[in-house]
Each structure stands twice: as structure tokens, then as C-alpha cells.
């Protein structure tokens, strides 16, 4: 006897559109999200530009400090892996320590695989920005994110219903337009630009329901 839809209970049709991905799968993701976001960071660093987040803590730090990139992005999402095991458990928080770690080297290996003869400013600011949030977005799609406020941005997500990207859009907002006493005034413009580029990818396409892998 066929079963028509209308006979299936809500619950089993919800659970049956879900489609689980395979460990190869969550892998590839990885790398290729982690490889757009180091992309992304090259860019910046090529322009002197920054973005929000640990990503925009560890800019801050090479700008200031001249602190290695890749080191100081690893050192400074530490202390929220305490908050992703507690909250988010603990499959999540390794992805994300491998997806940090993976960062961190392709931050900078990147540099010596990719060499810009020319790299406008504003091109570099918006689709360093696009680059970056669509990495973020593969890797939230599988269970995984960079650490630091994108662990606290997911978090308000599924315990309060806050949208990922508006929790992260205000901020990394705060944390650019604190550069304003690190570099020139036209490059936090530009940063502020790359990071509303990088926000609306994640605004527009990072929504409860319009996906249906699970990790």
C-alpha cells in the first residue's frame, strides 16, 4: 500500500528532508571554508586592512605589535573553547579548534602561494569581505566556526533565536571602528565596508530552516 504525504505524521516529513553529511564531507568543508577565509585575510594584510572578530583582534596585534598573524589568531580564540564545550558541545569545539588551527597556517602560508602585483582597495575590502563570509558559511553549515565571536554569535543563535550574522555584524562594527587609532582613517572605512560585505553573506544566507545538512 502507498503512503501518501499527507499520511505522514509532520514530524517524520520535517526529519526526513534533514540529510546527514559523511565524515568526508565535514572534512572538505573544513579545508575549503578555512582556505577562502585565508584567502580573504590575505587580502586585508596585502591592502592594511582589518576585519571584526578574533580574525580583526589578531590584525590589531600585527599592526601594533607586529605580531605574526597566524599565531595570534590561534593564542586569541583559547579562552572560548571553554564556552564552545560547555555550550555547544564537544564535536563542535574540535572542528572548530581544527578549523582555527587550519586558519592560523593557511593565514600564513597563503602569502607565499598567492602574490598581488596590484590589488585595489576597494575590491580587496568587498570581496576579501565575500571571501571570508563565505568560508564562515561552509563552515557553519558544518557544525564548525573560527572561534571567538563566531562561537558567541552561534551560541545566541540557537539559545535565543538571534541571527548569527546581525549578532556579528554589530560586533565586529565595534571592533573596526576601534582601528581608528591603528590605522588611517580611510582604511577603516574600507575595513567597515569589507565587514558589512562579510556580514550580509552570512545575514542573508545564515538562517534557521534554509538548510537542511546536519553534521
Keep these: ?13 520535517v526529519s526526513a528532508i534533514f ?19 585565508a584567502l580573504g585575510i590575505a587580502f586585508y594584510a596585502h591592502a592594511g586592512l582589518l576585519t571584526g572578530g578574533t580574525v580583526g583582534l589578531a590584525f590589531l596585534l600585527k ?4 605580531w605574526s598573524f597566524g ?14 564545550i560547555w555550550r555547544m558541545g564537544w564535536k563542535f569545539t574540535l572542528r572548530t579548534v581544527c578549523a582555527v588551527a587550519l586558519v592560523s597556517l593557511f593565514a600564513e602560508l597563503t602569502p607565499q602561494w598567492v602574490r598581488f602585483a596590484e590589488l585595489n582597495l576597494v575590491y580587496a575590502a568587498v ?8 568560508g564562515l558559511l561552509i563552515l557553519f553549515r558544518h557544525r564548525a566556526s573560527l572561534g571567538g565571536v563566531n562561537i558567541l ?8 533565536g538571534l541571527r548569527a550574522g546581525k549578532v556579528q555584524m554589530a560586533i565586529d562594527a565595534l571592533i573596526v ?5 591603528v590605522v588611517a582613517p580611510e582604511r577603516v572605512l574600507l575595513s567597515v565596508l569589507g565587514a ?3 556580514n550580509l553573506v552570512l545575514a542573508i544566507n545564515h538562517r534557521a530552516g534554509r538548510y537542511m545538512g546536519v553534521s
Design 63 to 66: 599592526y601594533l605589535a607586529d
Design 196 to 198: 558589512v560585505a562579510l
Design 71 to 84: 599565531p595570534a589568531f590561534f593564542l586569541l580564540n583559547l579562552p572560548f573553547y571553554a564556552l564552545a
Design 127 to 134: 570581496f576579501g569581505g565575500f571571501a571570508m563570509g563565505v
Design 1 to 13: 500500500m502507498q503512503t501518501r504525504e499527507s499520511d505522514v505524521p509532520p514530524a517524520g516529513r
Design 19 to 37: 540529510v546527514r553529511h559523511p565524515l568526508w564531507e565535514d572534512a572538505l568543508a573544513l579545508l575549503t571554508g578555512t582556505a577562502l577565509v
Design 177 to 181: 571602528l576601534a582601528a581608528v587609532f
Design 153 to 160: 554569535a552561534l551560541f545566541l543563535q540557537e539559545r535565543f
